[in-house]
């Protein structure tokens, strides 16, 4: 059964830092792993998508990576804002199809 | 990509009363799912909700408490029965375009609490 892990669960940092949320997976045999941001009342953004034959993916000031062998993905974060405060949530798809398994996020906090 | 609605977005319900969540679409998609949050825990898949046919639900959800409708491509309900506090949770809908799902969008949820 596949475990997905999020470290660490909460984390608050001043504007303008660089940062990096980690996820990690039990099983490597995935077909994509997402990035998404979760904002109160505003359910879920998806940020980068990375299939399994990828290692990173970059959209603006985001940049994911993801190591298969080591069950790793990382979400780098250059630069933050407090717009950036919300809570990440990492999921693995197993197959093209609907086994998704979420991890249970971390909750950012950019303070101006 | 497609915009998702969900009513109610909160509610609070008595014990063993029950729920229906609405879950509206903005254009016909192929699969649509719901989720549930429980409070500092990851989201998870309740069940894929099938046009026509009786909802395809997961490991440890069950149709009698969950029963799920879906009369059309656009438009989906969830009904929490004969809840409980445990029920408390923040219950997500999603879609996705067409079967590969390779990417899924998320309502913003309904957040619920039982007393």
């Known amino acids: 059964k596949q475990e997905v892990t999020q470290i660490p669960a909460a984390l608050s940092v001043p504007e303008g830092e660089n940062l990096v949320l980690n996820c990690s997976f039990t099983?490597?045999?995935?077909?994509?792993l997402q990035w998404f941001r979760q904002d109160p009342g505003k359910g879920l953004t998806s940020l980068l998508l990375?299939?399994?034959?990828?290692r990173e993916q970059t959209s603006g000031r985001l940049n994911a990576s993801l190591d298969k062998s080591s069950g790793r993905s990382t979400l780098y974060i250059a630069a933050s804002q407090p717009g950036d405060s919300a809570t990440y949530l990492c999921a693995v798809r197993r197959g093209n199809n609907n086994d998704m398994r979420f991890g249970a996020g971390t909750r950012l906090t950019v303070k101006p | 990509s497609a915009v998702i609605s969900q009513k109610p977005s909160r509610d609070i319900c008595q014990r063993g009363t029950s729920l229906t969540i609405q879950c509206q679409v903005d254009s016909q998609v192929t699969m649509m799912f719901w989720y549930r949050q429980q409070p500092g825990q990851s989201l998870t898949l309740i069940a894929t909700a099938n046009q026509g046919s009786e909802a395809t639900y997961e490991s440890g959800f069950v149709i009698d408490k969950f029963p799920i409708s879906r009369p059309n491509l656009t438009f989906s309900t969830l009904t929490v029965s004969n809840m409980s506090p445990e029920d408390s949770s923040i219950y997500l809908c999603s879609v996705a375009l067409d079967r590969l799902v390779e990417t899924q969008y998320f309502g913003p949820g309904t957040r619920l609490l039982v007393l």
């Open positions: 099983d490597s045999a995935i077909y994509n």
């Open positions: 990375i299939q399994s034959s990828q």
